[in-house]
């Protein structure tokens, strides 16, 4: 019971790449990347390409734990920012923001540039409506 708190002391701070401020995590899921066929198998995880093969006929699309889209929040810059975290074989994390690549290589990630899609047209339309005066409607 005595390291009851030492996980708490090797959390990594991540640093917002334009302002270097730190970026906090929103508490959302780890969109995690996938890999699909032998070559590319072999090339994204440093394998040879026996094992490739082998992991190839188990599976046609790999995904891998290790590396995962995950949104944070900049409060300097008071928006969000998706990053590519990469988890390296001595537990540290590595992290770049993420690219176009990623974003097909990922299940299910809502993409920042798009709309929410499960949001009618119409309530996205409103709000981005600014500065607009309600009018009363009479009877």
């Not at 906090?24 to 994204?44: C, D, M, P, S």
Request: aromatic share 12%; glycine share 4%.
């Amino acid at each position: 019971m005595s390291n009851k708190r030492k996980k708490r002391q090797n959390i990594q701070p991540f640093y917002c790449p334009f302002c270097q401020e730190r970026l906090w995590r929103n508490g959302g899921t780890k969109y995690h990347l996938y890999y699909q066929g032998k070559n590319e198998i072999q090339q994204k995880l440093n394998i040879t390409s026996k094992k490739a093969s082998f992991i190839a006929t188990q599976n046609p699309v790999y995904v891998d734990s290790n590396v995962w889209l995950e949104e944070f929040f900049c409060d300097a810059e008071q928006q969000k920012v998706w990053l590519r975290v990469d988890k390296l074989v001595e537990g540290q994390l590595k992290y770049q923001l993420a690219t176009e690549n990623d974003w097909k290589r990922s299940v299910r990630t809502p993409h920042p540039d798009l709309p929410n899609s499960t949001v009618s047209e119409f309530t996205y339309r409103m709000s981005r409506q600014t500065g607009g005066t309600l009018h009363k409607i009479s009877y």
